[in-house]
């Protein structure tokens, strides 16, 4: 079953004994909370009374607790990767009225435009001269982008080459989709698809979504479930903080994994938080009713983390550099760089793109600057693509699955496609400061052969045209 029509039928989201566990475990015993989180230091998933409790820690000390917790958790499974994407904006046309978001049909005073598939690639092509191996296409809901034409896009930015770069792996976020827009979608190659719920509270959505396909919640919440059911097994989930209480929709974040791994038997490769934003004559982004302060945002990135071991998380340039900075300690996995959301801003360096942006960005830095910043703080900034194109679901499954598979795979291949990153595209400040990093990663190999072997790799780079070793 791909979509629930009749409203009678209960979805997997449990309003009743989400309400109920939020308020009866409240004031948590300490002991329990370090039970639930020495069970998710074994890597397991939290279940939801588990994370009602995570929930309901308003005690410092507990709260300690969850940000210790979860800054081991991430060094222990994730150590210091951090995996770099830039968002292309394909065309901002919507037919939806979504009360937070600038490309609202009812927003007159947004400048509205497409990308031609030529255009898609002269993007593509800024992108890949700053030294991005992966893409995610954003696009509003507009019959123009229909499966067809998103799949087009992705063809094009696979086919753009330039330098010694292309793009490796191409990423959606879009509408959702039939099943067969799905498998068109999916021919043409991409890694994951995501379609945020925005939130889990039906009453709510019903509110902020008034007219347009996605007043719908069921054929949203139902939308990766159709994803799966035409052939895509690495899909993303997010909910969009503010319009809701953040504790449901955490818990209904929480309640969508656990679905996914019920009926398909992986979870969602990863999830998206995002805080509103303001945006162009968008009021409801300037107040929204729910304010996820900086404290709460921690808090809720710590208890993900933790409640989800598994799972990638995705902090985007939405948030202002100081939080981002932060936040990598607790565990966010991949972060986007040097991002620009103007449509057609790479390429043209419109000054003006704001008028056609969705929201304001928090974090303007260049890529360069981006990874200068992360390597200064010893992070391993990676564009390794490695295992989506070695067929299954994305890394994180691979990480876990396969015992060692990090230190054997992920690793290397990071710092590999960090010195291709080094060779061919940083400043000579950022390149000292990743060489840096490389240098002291390359001392933490014990093993000699596949040290060797990495050292080769990394010779042909700086000596040879070869790449994606
Ligand atoms: N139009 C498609 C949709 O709504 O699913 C995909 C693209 S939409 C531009 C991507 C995401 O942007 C939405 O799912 C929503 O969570 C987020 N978004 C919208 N308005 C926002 C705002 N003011 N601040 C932050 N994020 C916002
Ligand atoms: Fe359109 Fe997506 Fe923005 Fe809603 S969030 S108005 S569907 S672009």
């Known amino acids: 079953m791909f979509y629930i029509k009749d409203s009678k039928t209960k979805t997997f989201i449990d309003d009743e004994k989400i309400s109920t566990l939020l308020q009866e475990n409240i004031n948590p015993d300490p002991k329990r909370v370090e039970d639930i989180i020495q069970k998710s230091l074994d890597k397991n998933r939290l279940n939801l009374e588990e994370m009602s409790y995570l929930l309901n820690c308003e005690d ?21 990767r951090i995996v770099l994407f830039a968002p292309m904006y394909i065309g901002n046309e919507c037919i939806n009225d979504c009360e937070y978001c600038g490309f609202r049909v009812s927003n007159k005073e947004i400048f509205r435009n497409s990308l031609s598939i030529d255009e898609v690639k002269q993007e593509t092509k800024a992108l890949i001269d700053r030294g991005h191996k992966r893409l995610i296409l954003v696009y509003g809901e507009h ?16 086919s753009v080459k330039s330098g010694h770069g ?12 039939t099943i067969e827009g799905f498998k068109i979608i999916h021919d043409a190659g991409i890694g994951t698809f995501q379609v945020f719920q925005e939130t889990y509270h039906e009453k709510t959505f019903k509110k902020i979504h008034p007219r347009g396909p996605k007043s719908s919640y069921r054929w949203r919440l139902y939308s990766l479930d159709r994803a799966f059911g035409a052939g895509i097994d690495d899909v993303g989930i997010g909910a969009l903080f503010g319009m809701y209480d953040w504790k449901y929709e955490m818990m ?37 009713p729910y304010i996820v302060d900086d404290k709460k945002f921690k808090k809720l990135v710590a208890i993900l983390r933790l409640a989800v071991p598994y799972t990638g998380l995705i902090l985007t340039a939405r948030e202002p550099i100081s939080i981002r900075n932060d936040l990598m300690e607790f565990g966010v996995s991949q972060i986007d760089a040097g991002s620009n959301i103007g449509v057609g801003a790479y390429s043209t360096q419109d000054k003006e793109s704001y008028k056609k942006s969705q929201f304001v960005l928090g974090d303007q ?105």
């Not at 800054?71 to 210091?80: A, Q, S």
């Not at 292309?166 to 989709?177: D, K, M, S, Y």
């Not at 969508?256 to 019920?262: D, G, L, V």
């Not at 093993?447 to 080769?456: A, C, V, Y």
């Open 252 to 288: 209904g974040l929480l309640s969508h994994a656990i679905h996914f791994e019920e009926r398909f038997n992986v979870g969602p490769h990863t999830i998206s938080f995002p805080r509103i934003e303001p945006a162009l004559n968008t009021p409801v982004s300037e107040r929204p």
């Open 143 to 158: 019959p123009m982008y229909d499966a067809k034409f998103i799949a087009k896009t992705v063809e094009a930015v696979y």
């Open 365 to 469: 830095r260049s890529l360069d600057e981006v990874i200068k910043q992360l390597t200064d703080n010893n992070f391993l900034p990676s564009f390794c693509t490695g295992c989506y194109r070695l067929g299954r679901t994305g890394e994180h499954f691979m990480e876990f699955a396969i015992p060692g598979f990090v230190k054997r795979f992920c690793t290397p291949n990071a710092i590999s496609t960090l010195m291709e990153y080094v060779v061919d595209y940083a400043s000579d400040e950022t390149k000292n400061s990743c060489l840096k990093v490389i240098n002291n990663e390359l001392k933490g190999i014990k093993d000699i052969n596949m040290k060797e072997k990495l050292l080769s790799n990394l010779e042909k780079i700086k000596s040879t045209d070869q790449r994606d070793l």
């Open 166 to 177: 292309n793009i490796r792996r191409v990423n959606i976020n879009a509408a959702p989709q």
């Open 60 to 80: 410092e000390r507990l709260e300690n607790m969850i940000f210790d917790g979860a800054k081991k958790l991430k060094e222990k499974v994730y150590g210091n």
